[in-house]
């Protein structure tokens, strides 16, 4: 399975981008997508997910009402519109999907990148202040 990312940039602090994900090659149909982002010298970390039966989302608590996922379930794409950016928003920024064996359905879970299979490249988000 191949994950393609799209839609990094440089912008400035208070501008909106809006990253894309399209999986491609897919051996099954994964249950949750998920961002993640890792900044410099920092861990990677969780941004979003969207679980595919009910659309239910989950957030890192530093995004939420700025940030929003959505999936376009029969194209296998997830997206990840980002509003009032922030310096402390840069990142690369990672789309994943959720490997076959699990079903994610709380935070908790959704969350953890060990229930995810496959990883895209990444795309570089850069906020200036």
């Known amino acids: 399975e191949q994950l393609i990312e799209s839609g990094g940039g440089l912008v400035q602090a208070g501008d909106s981008l809006r990253l894309s994900c399209t999986a491609s090659?897919?051996?099954?149909?994964?249950?949750?997508m998920a961002w993640f982002r890792q900044a410099p010298g920092l861990e990677r970390e969780f941004v979003a997910a969207?679980?595919?039966?009910?659309?239910?989302?989950f957030y890192t608590d530093s995004v939420k009402g700025r940030f929003t996922i959505s999936r376009e379930t029969a194209q296998d794409t997830v997206h990840l519109q980002m509003r009032d950016l922030k310096a402390e928003d840069t990142a690369v920024y990672y789309c994943?999907?959720?490997?076959?064996?699990?079903?994610?359905?709380?935070?908790?879970?959704?969350?953890?990148?060990?229930?995810?299979?496959?990883w895209g490249q990444g795309t570089q988000v850069t906020v200036a202040a």
């Open positions: 994943a999907t959720e490997g076959p064996l699990t079903a994610c359905s709380s935070y908790g879970a959704c969350s953890d990148e060990r229930v995810y299979a496959d």
């Open positions: 090659g897919l051996r099954f149909r994964a249950n949750a």
């Open positions: 969207i679980r595919r039966n009910e659309g239910g989302t």
